[in-house]
């Protein structure tokens, strides 16, 4: 039995990019839900942080990037999209980075835990992805594989 030459073995490496990828949209998913249900419930502290608009749109970033990871990851790994793997971990390590660097130009300096740990898991998200790119294209350089 021969594998295609898109498919992927799928191992502990593409495990820890699957977990630490659906852990961060789950926080994002997570904060998109929690600031919605300010945003209606909590009148009072929604314009203390800005206005309904302001954080309303927040919310739907926060769903935006959640759903982005999750996209992306099952593209990542999808049969269907393989000729496109390369361009697709390249677009979540941005999606990844952009994450990081907006969390600390908006935060201002109100850390928390869960900011905190899910920027670390984003680091290391990206730092497995390019492990496995760098895999994938000794992989493809050997002849016969």
């Not at 919605?36 to 309303?56: D, I, R």
């Not at 990851?73 to 952009?98: D, E, G, S, V």
């Not at 905190?116 to 493809?140: C, F, H, N």
Request: glycine letters at 8%; hydrophobic letters at 60%.
């Amino acid at each position: 039995m021969t594998v295609p030459r898109n498919a992927i073995r799928f191992g502990a490496l593409q495990a820890a990019i699957c977990v630490l990828a659906a852990a961060t949209a789950a926080v994002h998913i997570y904060l998109g839900v929690i600031t919605h249900v300010m945003v209606t419930t909590q009148p009072e502290a929604t314009a203390a942080a800005g206005g309904a608009a302001a954080l309303g749109f927040f919310a739907a970033l926060f769903y935006l990037d959640g759903l982005g990871y999750i996209v992306l990851t099952a593209a990542l790994y999808h049969p269907a999209f393989a000729r496109f793997r390369r361009l697709t971990r390249w677009a979540l390590i941005a999606l990844t980075a952009a994450t990081i660097i907006a969390y600390f130009a908006l935060i201002q300096g109100q850390y928390d835990a869960i900011g905190i740990a899910d920027k670390i898991a984003e680091v290391v998200l990206i730092v497995l992805l390019i492990m496995e790119g760098r895999r994938d294209r000794q992989t493809s350089q050997v002849p016969g594989a």
